[in-house]
């Protein structure tokens, strides 16, 4: 649900209704709508989603139980613009679904959704570059980049109550 505070948009987490408590956690998961928004072109309570469904439970039924494409949610402009950065959407979405868990408990923290996102941009750069060797200085941070990255479309497969 959205709400409008000193004219700028807050998302508002079911734990903030409960305990009226802005945390961490509650800021993770309005930054997981965030990343939702930019992917799908569309407002948290956008009059293009069905049933007027919030985005987080439309793209969660879109995506795991209706199993459809994840292109499918995907802004159109930013799939004609940016069609070759597909597979960096697939990973970003799967940080915007970690980011909207349910379970605050169960949400990065923002330092690990930015070295995700960082990792993903780096992972690209890395591609750009075919003769560019990869210096790896932490190889358990390195084994921890690599396998989000070949997991995302396990995260978004997952049931919706993990």
């Known amino acids: 649900m959205s709400i409008l ?14 305990s009226l408590r802005i945390t961490e956690k509650s800021d993770v998961y309005s930054y997981g709508v965030v990343l939702l928004e930019m992917l799908t072109g569309m407002e948290p309570t956008d009059n293009r989603i069905p049933e007027g469904a919030h985005i987080v439970t439309w793209v969660i039924s879109e995506i795991r139980e209706k199993k459809r494409e994840f292109t499918c ?3 159109q402009q930013l ?9 960096e959407m697939l990973q970003v979405l799967g940080v915007a679904l970690l980011c ?10 923002m330092k690990d959704v930015t070295a995700m996102l960082k990792e993903i941009r780096h992972e690209n750069d890395d591609l750009d ?22 997991s995302c479309e396990l995260l978004i497969e997952s049931s919706s109550s993990s």
């Not at 505070?5 to 409960?18: L, P, V, W």
């Not at 570059?129 to 070949?150: D, E, I, L, Q, Y």
């Open 5 to 18: 505070a000193n004219d700028s948009i807050m998302c508002k987490t079911a734990e903030y209704g409960y």
């Open 73 to 75: 949610i995907i802004d």
């Open 79 to 87: 799939l004609i613009q940016c069609g070759t950065k597909t597979p």
């Open 100 to 109: 909207v868990n349910p379970s605050p408990e169960e949400r990065p923290t």
């Open 129 to 150: 570059k075919p003769n560019k060797g990869m210096v790896v200085t932490n190889p358990k941070a390195a084994v921890h980049c690599s396998s989000f990255s070949r």
